[in-house]
């Protein structure tokens, strides 16, 4: 059984949460509450109706799976499915963030990671109105014509459009430019962690409040959070940002608008 979980009081003035359904905000909740120490849990339809929901008897399967897909594009979560056994699950972002742990239990659970799990509320999944399951080593890729290489970037979007929606934005700024240069890192949510991380400890930095903000793919590209999150702590965080190459950037931005 879970432990008891912290709500932060924010939470209820959040635009994001405040948006969801009623029944996907009880149940984002329900997902918090019912999280391992790691933040991750079993993400299937009849599991969390079960669970969560045990006495709405007008609530069914398929009302539980629309609520995962709405709280997916829209909080902190990932669900994704084994490619192999076809068992569901969900990975809460950042959970160790908000939730302070003594002795912290190992999950059980296979952590999320592109080579063995497809995402399941991700633009392919979408598109054919079910959960993905095709496995990615079996030849049936080519039955529906996608390749290895497209499962895998599909996968990987939903990691994306958590940054995209995080990431201060400038005028020029290309959607489709930061979208190729995260590919090009092979992003975890570890890696996606540290990436947040530096973007709220630069948002605060005197460069980025004046407006030299770079594009994200400039960001991504010359893996910048690398200056600001490191295994080994740094004596002043601001030191490390390069304010000439911000500014040179940011007028070469303003002339190409004119």
Known sequence: MA????????????EKFGSLTLQSKLMFIGLVSNADDEGRGNSSSNYLKAVLL?????????????????????????FYQDAETKKQYYQILKFNDWQTINRPTPSKIPKYDEQGFIGQ??????????????????VKLKEVNISKDNI????????????????????GSSKQKALTSFEKLKCDDVLLDK????????????????????????????????????????????EQVDIEALVNEYEQSRGANK
């Open 195 to 238: 990436i947040l991380k530096s973007i709220t400890i630069l948002k605060d930095s005197k460069a980025w409040l004046d407006g030299y903000v770079p594009h994200l793919a400039t960001f991504l590209n010359q893996k910048r959070w690398e200056s600001v999150i490191d295994d080994e702590p740094k004596a002043i965080v601001g």
């Open 152 to 171: 895998c970037r599909f996968a990987n979007t939903d990691l994306f459009e958590i940054l995209w929606k995080e990431y201060p934005k400038r005028a």
């Open 54 to 78: 045990p006495y709405d008897e007008k609530i069914s399967p398929k009302s539980i799976e629309a609520s995962c897909k709405e709280i997916a594009e829209k909080m902190n979560i990932i």
């Open 3 to 14: 432990r008891r979980r912290m709500i932060d009081p924010a939470m209820w003035t959040d």
């Open 121 to 138: 509320f991700n633009e392919c999944s979408m598109s054919i109105h079910t959960p993905l399951t095709l496995k990615l080593k079996e």
